[in-house]
């Protein structure tokens, strides 16, 4: 049996605790605990899946804003899990197995996660754990189904996942560009202009009542209409002096 595969199911309590942060490192560990022993067609096709499914959906979180929402329960539940594990490690010595159920462990592990962590990304991460521990499992016995229906099952696993993300948390490009606009808002206030114009920032605005003035003379500044008709008249003529 090789390191990588007894350093799984240690990387996978890892995911307990943490939760999707390590899932790559998982990944990486249980590809290489598969091919170690030989690079056959299922291996290889095995440890690519197994990449696919740890790191595409660590890559897909990066696009999104996840909540800062605080798991309910304690720290006690990785150590949960390593109790499970050194049961399941007993169980398995009393029966005979040769090998090391790494697998076996790993999807005890994710179990573990999916049953309590309340939140949706960390039961998404249990859940692709359990995926990788089956197909490492397949790999080790050598079973052709079981790697393929492992790989089927991710695939769905991986789509809904991603599907839920998509739904229910905020693209991180959306977010920063309404954090800017709300930045550009209280640092630059909304200039406006009069009689419906487009505001813009050169433009000084005018006082109340400034344009209306400049637009329109003072009516001392003009002649008056009487005036101007009197100047346009004809001089009356002197009439004869009867005496």
């Known amino acids: 049996m090789t390191l990588a595969a007894i350093l799984a ?36 096709t095995a440890a690519a899946f197994v990449l696919l499914f740890s790191i595409g959906p660590v890559w897909f979180l990066t696009y999104y804003q996840q909540d800062r ?13 390593l109790g499970l594990m050194v049961v399941l490690l007993l169980a398995s010595a009393r029966s005979g197995v040769p ?9 005890l592990a994710g179990l573990v996660a999916v049953t309590y962590r309340q939140a949706m990304i960390w039961q998404w991460a249990g859940l692709l754990t359990c995926v990788n521990g089956i197909m ?18 991710g695939c769905v696993i991986s789509v809904l ?17 309404s954090g800017r606009k709300d930045a550009d808002r209280k640092g630059h206030p909304v200039e406006k202009r009069f009689r419906g114009d487009a505001p813009l920032p050169s433009d000084p605005v005018p006082a109340f009542g400034a ?16 005036t101007t008709e009197d100047a346009d008249k004809p001089a009356p003529k002197a009439e004869d002096d009867p005496a």
């Open 211 to 226: 344009e209306r003035g400049a637009q329109e003379p003072s009516p001392r500044s003009l002649p008056s209409d009487e």
């Open 9 to 44: 199911p240690l990387l996978a309590l890892c995911v307990v605790a943490r939760g999707m942060g390590f899932l790559p490192v998982l990944g990486a560990v249980i590809a290489a605990a598969m091919l170690v022993d030989g690079l056959a067609p299922l291996q290889e």
């Open 161 to 177: 996942g991603g599907l839920y993300v998509h739904r229910v948390m905020p693209r991180v490009a959306v977010v920063r560009a």
């Open 69 to 81: 929402v605080q798991e309910r329960s304690g720290p006690a539940v990785p150590f949960f899990a």
């Open 99 to 107: 090998l090391f159920p790494a697998g076996l462990c790993v999807v």
């Open 136 to 153: 490492l499992a397949g790999v080790i016995e050598k079973q052709v189904m079981v790697v393929g229906v492992a790989a089927l099952a």
